[in-house]
C-alpha cells in the first residue's frame, strides 16, 4: 500500500469538517496512545489463549482506526474480531501481526497529519 | 441547555461526540457501565448515548436497569454501537433503546436527528 493510500482522507476530511485541525490533532494523539494500549492487550490474550481478551481488544481499535481513516487497520482488527467472535483461533496470530504491522505503518502518516498546524 | 449523558470507553470517539455536542447540550460523560448506571439519577439526564461494548457493565444491561428503574424507565437511551450486524437493530430496540447509532459515525447529521427525534417522542 503506497503511504497516500494508508490513511482514507475521506475520514479525515469528516473531523476538519466538525471541529477543524484542532480535532484532528486531538483524535491522532488520542489514537496513537489508544491503539498500542489495545494492541498490547490482544497479544496478553493471545499469550493467554483468551479469545474474549482478543475481541475486547480488537473491538475498540476498529473504531479508533475507522475514526482517523487508518482503513488497513480497521479491516484487520474487525476481521480478528469476527474470528474470535466466532472462536475460531487458528488464524489469529498471523493476523494479529499483521495489525501490528498495519499500525506500524499508518504510524508516521498520523504524526505527519498530527504536526500540520 | 438539554442534558446528555455520554457512555463511551473508547477515549477519541468520547472527544468526537463532544465536540459535535457540546455547544448543542450539557455534556456529562462516563467511560464505563457501572459508573454511568451509579451516577444517572443524580444527573437527571434528558437523554443517555450509550455504548454497547463497554468493559464491565455492558450497555444492554444498563439499558435493562434504565428501564426497570421507575424513576428512569422514560428516559432516551440510544445505543452507539461498532457491531452492525443483521438483527441489532431489532434486538437493541428491544432491549429497551429508542433508536441506534453506528461507528464510524459518516454523519454527524443521523446523531443529531436521532436525538432530535428521541427527545421529541418522548416529550422532553
Redesign the interface.
Known sequence: MSDSNILDVA?LG??EK??GRK?IR??IV??LD?VPKKLEAARAGEQAGDLDAIQ?AV??I???A???GARAVEELATRIERLALEKQAGPIPALLRELEAAFAQARPQLERERDIS | MKKIVLVE?????R??FR??LQDLYEVAEYESGVSAWESLRQEKPDLVLLDI?L?DMDGLEVARRIRADASLKGLPVIALT?HAMSGDRERFLDAGFDDYIT??L?D?TVLLEAIDRCLGRRGV
Open positions: 475520514a469528516r473531523l466538525i471541529g480535532l486531538d483524535m488520542i489514537v489508544y475486547n473491538h475498540p476498529r473504531s479508533s475507522a475514526n482517523v | 470507553d473508547n477515549p477519541d470517539n472527544l468526537l465536540t459535535l461494548s468493559p461498532a461507528k464510524p459518516l454527524e
